[in-house]
DNA sequence: TTCCGCATTGACCAATGTGGTCAATATGGA
DNA sequence: TCCATATTGACCACATTGGTCAATGCGGAA
């Protein structure tokens, strides 16, 4: 059945969905306040908790909300025919962008949520977390190893393109929190990645 | 003139400092309990008061204790003759870790110590910044760009090396901080890292 | 043994902030 | 006009905060 919230404005429900998780993703459970998330959703204090019965229920939402946003929209779409690790990993980069362009704390607040003690609820925790192992583990499981260099270990040459896309990924998000939010930019970004992509293509791959 | 706090012994000494900087790096200057910091530290709350005035003077005495250590350990001893970047960073690596084992907050207290908001006293943080970013430029600049393929670009060659290296750094951390600490295993992650740096060398350098 | 001076304790305090409630009001459609 | 629902914010009991201070512990000198 649907609560009231799940029926609200979706701008709104944006509002305060980004409040809550940046508040959750900053101090935690335990820390984080409830009146400091009214203020930065701008509704009042009695508003949230006619939404959400208490606190837990609103962190439980939010986990349960951004974990089902993520699988769908993250490791639902992804094409595990493209076995170009490459590519692959170009696309999830899109996808990325276009989650952390609509809950700009998204990945944040997933990521201390799944290492916060004192919220636990262990059964769901340990749940999604099996999951999220799972699906990436499935990411870079099947990629074609012999497309890199016979003198590279493939293992490595994997690590050495992940690590290089979460640096430019993580390099954007620091621009973006200090500029002025418009639009994360895509094309530049994506046209630098491209330009990395080729330098990785023309030195790990035979 | 020397303090009641810098005469302790040092196992004292560093017991405070790691609970302190722990406590400031997890929650910032505001929220930072100096309950929580003398429990961590199996210290009175009364004995704290004794050592420092209050909790901005224990802060500040941090932010500057810290700086001068990473200015010192890390800046100071770098050897700029060697302007091959893979063996610079090398040797950068080895210098963190000795850092890690004494004080395994002191970077993640800097990082956030840096921008923290609540804390300012803007003169000694910015004086600081300035020389961090200064020595880190010049930590990359005199770097020998001809040992590069002339088919790639020295600057994103120096930031895929860049990358895989924090990549290793941050790896051997969340390892580190799931395990019973013992001391940082240098030698196999040296090993590791001297693997990754064949490669890289194999295939950006001439 | 006595005594002194410093190290150390933790109960205590006023002040602030907490999650959550609820009677009062605004709002918009019939 | 009226009603049902959306929304407010003053209010509450309680927890936690940074900081104090009288009381105690303790090692060494006499």
């Not at 439980?60 to 595990?80: P, V």
């Amino acid at each position: 059945m649907l609560s009231k919230f799940d029926v609200l404005e979706s701008e709104k429900q944006e509002r305060i969905l980004n409040a809550a998780m940046k508040e959750f993703a900053e101090k935690g459970f335990q820390h984080a306040s409830t009146n400091q998330i009214v203020a930065n959703a701008g509704i009042s204090k009695g508003l949230l908790f006619h939404y959400f019965s208490n606190k837990k229920a609103l962190y439980l939402y939010l986990y349960e909300y951004s974990t089902d946003k993520i699988l769908e929209d993250f490791f639902g779409q992804i094409d595990f025919g493209q076995n170009d690790i490459l590519l692959r990993l170009r696309e999830m980069l899109v996808i990325k962008f276009r989650l952390m362009n609509k809950y700009p704390v998204i990945f944040d607040f997933l990521m201390i949520a799944n290492r916060d003690e004192a919220a636990d609820e262990q059964d769901l925790k340990t749940r999604n977390q099996a999951i999220m192992v799972d699906s990436y583990e499935k990411l870079f499981a099947s990629i074609d190893e012999s497309l890199f260099r016979k003198d590279i270990d493939p293992g490595m040459g994997k690590q050495i393109i992940i690590w290089t896309i979460e640096g430019i990924s993580n390099q954007v998000r620091a621009q973006d929190k200090h500029k002025k939010r418009e639009e994360i930019q895509e094309e530049a970004t994506l046209a630098e990645l491209d330009a990395y992509l080729d330098i990785l293509r023309k030195t790990l791959y035979i």
